[in-house]
């Protein structure tokens, strides 16, 4: 029996307390769902350091809960230097994250850098848009587009190809 390597994604916005980690724990739970769990690991971070070890925002987290995902075991990190060679996708919540990423990535990992939304298949949004500063429907819009775009990421980038 081969064993294969786990697939490890990472999830990133500015502060690592609102989009990302909501990314992170949708992410998680569709790969349970779908018996990926150990074939994935999910991890989410910040391109700036103003939340280290903080808890997801308590909005984030409540939205969350009520569709039935728990992010509140979550603390915020910012995004390490070592993150490009150990993580397989990088995937940015908006163009400016993207554009930090795409700055701090060493040669030979830029491949792995992209936008989340790349994967979303009902929302046409390039990007998550930042809830923070605005009202409580905000953090639902952002669950919407996540979810669109951690369904096509697992289909389009995870599944595995079914034997004919």
């Known amino acids: 029996m081969t ?19 909501t990314a992170e724990g949708v992410l998680r739970h569709k790969l349970a769902l779908r018996g990926l769990s150990g074939m ?3 991890a989410s971070a910040g391109t700036h350091a103003h939340h280290i070890s903080d808890p997801p ?3 984030a987290q409540a939205h969350a809960a009520r569709r039935g995902y728990d992010i509140s075991k979550q603390r915020a990190r910012r995004l390490r230097s070592d993150d490009f060679a ?5 995937l940015a919540m ?10 701090k990535c060493p040669p030979g990992h830029k491949r792995k850098v992209g936008l989340l939304m790349r994967y979303a298949r009902r929302h ?5 848009p930042d809830p923070y500063y605005g009202a409580a429907n905000g953090f639902e819009v952002v669950l919407d587009y996540i979810e669109d775009a951690c369904d096509g990421l697992i289909d389009l980038a995870l599944a595995r190809p079914q034997p004919d």
Do not use: Y
């Open 3 to 21: 064993s294969q390597k786990k697939t490890r994604i990472i999830m990133v916005c500015m502060g690592n307390i609102c989009r990302s980690p």
């Open 40 to 42: 994935v690991e999910v």
């Open 57 to 59: 925002d308590p909005r």
């Open 86 to 90: 150990s993580f397989d996708h990088l």
């Open 94 to 103: 908006d163009w400016d994250n993207l554009a930090l990423l795409e700055e």
């Open 124 to 128: 046409q949004s390039q990007v998550v």
